[in-house]
DNA sequence: TCCGTCAACTTGTTTATACAACTTTTCTCA
DNA sequence: TGAGAAAAGTTGTATAAACAAGTTGACGGA
C-alpha cells in the first residue's frame, strides 16, 4: 500500500472544497454516500473528515450531517501551520530569503540554559544565533540550541542552509513532534543590533521543544519576529459534553 | 452509551503519565497489552492514544511502541487550549477577575467592519467592547462582534458575565468551531485609553471566528492582550511521507 | 566473529458490522 | 387538520479481523 487511501480521499474533497464545488456553509454528501463514491469502507471516508475538520475545513453535526465552513483566508506573509520550517514558508510565499549565522558555539548545559531550555544540565549542545532576511529585511532572530549527539558534526554552513533537511537527509533521523509556545516579549540588546526594528519595543517569540524518532528532545529553539511579519493560524474545536 | 470509553481510557492513561507511573522517555504498555487491561478493543484504545498524542503526552513509533514524551509545564499565568473563556481560564488559576463593558452597541456592519470581521455587509450585529481585569490590572481589551439573530437579546449584564455561558444555557446553541489567528500589533488610542500598558507598544492580538452548531459563523472577536500575560501553546505532529 | 535470515512483536491501514444517538421526514390516527 | 409516532437517514461509538510495514532479538551458518 504505497499511497494512503484515506490520504487521497481526504485531498480529493479538500480540492473541491477549495474550488467551491462543495460551497461554504453547504453540506457534504453523507459518509455513506462517500463510502459508495470512493469505494471504500465508512472509517476510511471518516479518517478523512476527520483531518478536514482538524484543519477547519468542515464541521460535523450529529444526526445532519458535514457542514463546509471554509472560506479563503486573505494570504498572510507568512504562516505556520505544523511543523514547517522558515525555509518551506518562504519558498511557498515566493519570497527571496536569506539566513545568517552570526554565532555557532559548542558548549555544555548549566544551570541557566538548563532552565530555559530544559536540556539536562552536562548535556552537550550546539548553541547557534541566526538572523533571517526576507525580501532584504532582518526579520527574525534564531537561538538553536541542538544535541551534539543527535545533530552530529553540525557546522555554520549547514546552519545557513536548513538544519532540517540536513538530518532528514543526511542523518537519516526524523523529526516528530514539536511543542510550541507562544509569547510576546520586551526587545533585547542582541534584537537591536541585528534586527530591522523600526520602532516595535516588542517581538512576538515562538519557542519550541522538537523530538526526534527517538522520542528524544533534540532541539530548542527561540525565534524572534518582528511583529508585522508574524501570523500564527489555529483551529480548535469545542468538546461537547 | 452514558460513559465514552475511549474517553476513560484516556484519562486514566493521562493520569499515570502526569504521575509518572509511565516516566518522562519509557514506553507505554503495547497497544495490545492495554487493550486486555481494559477490555476494550485495539480501536478504542488507539483512540485514547491518539487523543494523547494530540496533546503532546505522547507520541508512537511505527514499530517500536507509544513513548512518553510529557512533562510538566512550569504554570503560566494564562493558558489557552481549545476553545476556552477568560472566565474558565481565571478561575482554573484562581485569580480574581473582572469584565467591564465601555461600549455596548447595536449596529449594522458596513464594508469597512465587512473587511474586518468577513461578515457580509447588511448583517445585524452587537458590537461590544469589553476590558479584562485580573488581580486589579486591565489586561484585555476585547472587540466582540456578535450577530444579532444567533445572540439574540444580549444586554451590557450579559456581557459582564460570559456570553458563551448565556449562549449554552439559555438560547441553547452550541459553539463548536474556531479559527484563530495570532498577531502583534501596535498600541492604539482606546488600548491606551483603557489599559495598563506599562511601556509596551505592542499587545498580543488574537482574532477569532466562531461558528456555532448550524455551521453559522456567529462572532468575530479581537482580543488585545498585554504581553505579560499572554502565552499559547500549541503542539504539532510532523507528517511522515 | 560476523552477517544474514527468520520469527516475534510492534504500530499503521483498511474492511465489515452492529448498535447508539440525533435530526428530519413521513405516515398514521384521533 | 394537527399532533404524535414511526421510519428513514445522519453521524458517533465500539468490536473484530486481516494484512502491511517497521523494529528487535535470536538463531544458525560461513
Redesign the interface.
Known amino acids: 500500500m504505497p499511497v494512503k487511501k484515506y490520504n487521497q480521499i481526504y485531498s480529493r474533497i479538500k480540492e473541491r472544497i477549495e474550488d467551491e464545488e462543495y460551497g461554504c456553509?453547504t453540506m457534504l454528501p453523507s459518509e455513506n454516500t462517500l463510502t459508495e463514491e470512493f469505494g471504500c469502507s465508512r472509517n476510511t471516508v471518516r479518517r478523512a473528515l476527520r483531518q478536514l475538520?482538524e484543519e477547519?475545513y468542515v464541521?460535523s453535526?450529529h444526526g445532519k450531517g458535514v457542514?463546509?465552513?471554509y472560506?479563503p483566508y486573505e494570504q498572510a506573509d507568512f504562516m505556520f501551520s505544523?511543523?514547517e520550517s522558515l525555509k518551506e514558508a518562504a519558498e511557498r510565499n515566493q519570497k527571496e530569503y536569506e539566513t545568517k549565522v552570526v554565532c555557532f558555539a559548542q558548549l555544555t548545559v548549566d544551570e541557566k540554559i538548563a532552565r530555559r531550555t530544559?536540556f539536562a544540565p552536562g548535556t552537550q549542545i550546539y548553541y547557534v544565533q541566526r538572523v533571517r532576511y526576507m525580501g532584504g529585511q532582518a526579520l527574525i532572530m534564531d537561538h538553536n540550541y541542538f544535541r551534539t549527539d543527535v545533530v552530529r558534526d553540525l557546522t555554520p554552513g549547514i546552519a545557513e542552509q536548513s538544519v532540517y533537511e540536513y538530518m532528514e537527509n543526511v542523518l537519516h533521523e526524523?523529526?516528530?513532534?514539536?511543542?510550541?509556545?507562544?509569547?510576546?516579549?520586551?526587545v533585547t540588546q542582541i534584537d537591536e543590533k541585528y534586527l530591522d526594528l523600526k520602532?516595535?519595543?516588542?517581538?512576538?517569540v515562538v519557542s519550541s521543544f522538537t523530538?526526534n524518532?527517538?522520542?528524544?528532545?533534540f532541539e530548542y529553539t527561540q525565534s524572534r519576529?518582528r511583529?508585522d511579519c508574524?501570523?500564527?493560524?489555529?483551529?480548535?474545536?469545542?468538546?461537547?459534553k
Open positions: 456553509q475538520a477547519g464541521q453535526m457542514q463546509v465552513i472560506q505544523g511543523i530544559s526524523d523529526i516528530v513532534t514539536t511543542k510550541r509556545r507562544m509569547t510576546v516579549e520586551r520602532d516595535f519595543n516588542c517581538l512576538a523530538y524518532g527517538d522520542g528524544v528532545m519576529h511583529p508574524f501570523v500564527f493560524y489555529d483551529h480548535a474545536q469545542r468538546i461537547r
